[in-house]
């Protein structure tokens, strides 16, 4: 097995105010009402749309870590018909594949689909869901660019 290698050096040494940003987004999820483990189901499911090695075994470690079933776990890329989940996780995931996935019929995120999540989610928990989508695409471009090692912790997953 070759040495893992990130394609780009670790950001901060080049825009230190990344810093700032990604902790402000932490913090927002950090205070959100939205379940932990319902985050990183949404996390997961991100990762394997974006096709991101890196995202796929960070948040499978992270679900591993909190305790998450191997059932949960692997039938996140077939949540639609796998009976694990909950119907506000279920609308959770719809949402992060919504805005994940191009449409080329109209709009991503649907009246109904919208309308399914509010029956689920409060305002302040909807607003929560956003944040963590904006957060999987605040990172997209790292992962898929700049491509960091996966399964080592931030700050040392870049080849300096």
Same mark, same amino acid.
């Given at each position: 097995m070759q040495e893992l290698r990130s394609r780009m050096?670790? %950001?901060?040494?080049? *825009? %230190?105010?990344?810093?700032? *940003?990604? #902790?402000?987004?932490h913090k927002a999820i950090g205070n959100s009402p939205i379940p932990r483990s319902t985050i990183g189901l949404m996390?997961?499911?991100?990762?394997?749309?974006?096709?991101? !090695?890196?995202?796929?075994?960070? @948040? !499978? #470690?992270t679900l591993r870590e909190a305790g998450e079933s191997e059932?949960?776990? !692997?039938?996140?890329? !077939?949540?639609?018909? #796998? %009976?694990?989940?909950? @119907?506000?996780?279920?609308?959770?995931?719809?949402?992060?594949?919504?805005?994940l996935t191009p449409n080329p019929a109209g709009e991503r995120v649907s @009246?109904?689909? &919208? #309308?399914?999540?509010?029956?689920?989610?409060? @305002?302040?928990?909807?607003?929560?869901?956003?944040?963590?989508?904006? &957060?999987?695409?605040f990172f997209t471009p790292a992962a898929l660019i700049a491509k960091p090692i996966p399964g080592r912790a931030p700050g040392q997953n870049y080849t300096d």
């Open positions: 050096p670790n %950001p901060l040494q080049f *825009v %230190p105010e990344l810093a700032e *940003v990604s #902790a402000g987004l996390q997961l499911r991100a990762g394997q749309l974006l096709g991101s !090695t890196y995202f796929t075994i960070r @948040d !499978t #470690a059932e949960r776990i !692997t039938a996140v890329a !077939t949540w639609r018909n #796998a %009976p694990y989940f909950t @119907d506000a996780e279920r609308v959770a995931l719809e949402l992060v594949e919504a805005v @009246d109904e689909l &919208h #309308a399914k999540a509010s029956a689920h989610y409060d @305002d302040r928990e909807l607003w929560s869901l956003i944040i963590v989508i904006a &957060h999987i695409g």
